[in-house]
T-cell receptor, first 112, second 113 residues
Framework: NAGVTQTPKFQVLKTGQSMTLQCAQD?????MYWYRQDPGMGLRLIYY???????DKGEVPNGYNVSRLNKREFSLRLESAAPSQTSVYFC???????????FGSGTRLTVV | QKEVEQDPGPLSVPEGAIVSLNCTYS??????FMWYRQYSRKGPELLMY????GNKEDGRFTAQVDKSSKYISLFIRDSQPSDSATYLC?????????????FGTGTLLAVQP
C-alpha cells in the first residue's frame, strides 16, 4: 500500500526550463493538493483539486499549472522555471471534508 | 499577521523531558486542529487531530486546545531521541468542496540522548 507517490525525488533545472512533477495516490481519495515548503515560510498551498475534473488556485499559484488527470493522479507543471521556485514540493491527498492529509515524500527542486 | 503562528525553535531538550509545542491562530472559524510530525527529508505525517476545545491524549502525546485564547499545544511526555523532528500545527479552512489546511511554520525539536 504505497499511499502517495511523487516523482522525481530530486531535480535540478536551469532557469527557463520546464518540467512536470508527478503525483499518484492509491487510497481512492477525492481531494489532492500541491504544497511548497521553504525555510521560515512553512507549507504553502499552490493548487488543489477537490475532486476529479476540478482544480483551484491556492496561496501561491503564480508560475505553476496543474492537471487532475484522473482520480489517482495530480501533476504540477513549471512552464518556465525561475530560481524563486527552488523549493521542496509536496503532494497530498485526503478523502475531503475535514479529514487530515496524507503526504508524499516530496520532490527537492533546485533551479539554477 | 499570519493566520497561524508557531515558534520555529530549534528546541533542544534532554531525553525524558516534557516538551511543550505551541501555536496561536487568528481565525475564530477554525474548529479542527491537527499536529503533524515531519522527520528530516520526509513528508509530514498526521500525529493528532482534535475538535474544538479540550484535551486529547494518545500515548505520550497530549493535544490541548483553548479556543478562547486561540492557542493550541502539543505536549510530549518522556521524550525520546526518536521524537526529534519538526512539528507542524495545522487547521482546515473550510469553504467550497474541500478543506484547505493552513500550516504553521513548524518547530524543530531535538531530543538529546
Amino acid at each position: 500500500n504505497a499511499g502517495v507517490t511523487q516523482t522525481p525525488k530530486f531535480q535540478v533545472l536551469k532557469t527557463g526550463q520546464s518540467m512536470t512533477l508527478q503525483c499518484a495516490q492509491d487510497m481512492n481519495h477525492n481531494s489532492m493538493y500541491w504544497y511548497r515548503q521553504d525555510p521560515g515560510m512553512g507549507l504553502r498551498l499552490i493548487y488543489y483539486s477537490a475532486s476529479e475534473g476540478t482544480t483551484d488556485k491556492g496561496e501561491v499559484p503564480n508560475g505553476y499549472n496543474v492537471s487532475r488527470l484522473n482520480k489517482r493522479e495530480f501533476s504540477l507543471r513549471l512552464e518556465s522555471a525561475a530560481p524563486s521556485q527552488t523549493s521542496v514540493y509536496f503532494c497530498a491527498s485526503s478523502p475531503g471534508g475535514v479529514y487530515g492529509y496524507t503526504f508524499g515524500s516530496g520532490t527537492r527542486l533546485t533551479v539554477v | 499577521q499570519k493566520e497561524v503562528e508557531q515558534d520555529p525553535g530549534p528546541l533542544s531538550v534532554p531525553e525524558g523531558a516534557i516538551v511543550s509545542l505551541n501555536c496561536t491562530y487568528s481565525n475564530s472559524a477554525f474548529q479542527y486542529f491537527m499536529w503533524y510530525r515531519q522527520y528530516s527529508r520526509k513528508g509530514p505525517e498526521l500525529l493528532m487531530y482534535t475538535y474544538s476545545s479540550g484535551n486529547k491524549e494518545d500515548g505520550r502525546f497530549t493535544a490541548q486546545v483553548d479556543k478562547s485564547s486561540k492557542y493550541i499545544s502539543l505536549f510530549i511526555r518522556d521524550s525520546q531521541p526518536s521524537d526529534s523532528a519538526t512539528y507542524l500545527c495545522a487547521m482546515p479552512l473550510r469553504g467550497g468542496a474541500t478543506n484547505k489546511l493552513i500550516f504553521g511554520t513548524g518547530t524543530l525539536l531535538a531530543v538529546q540522548p
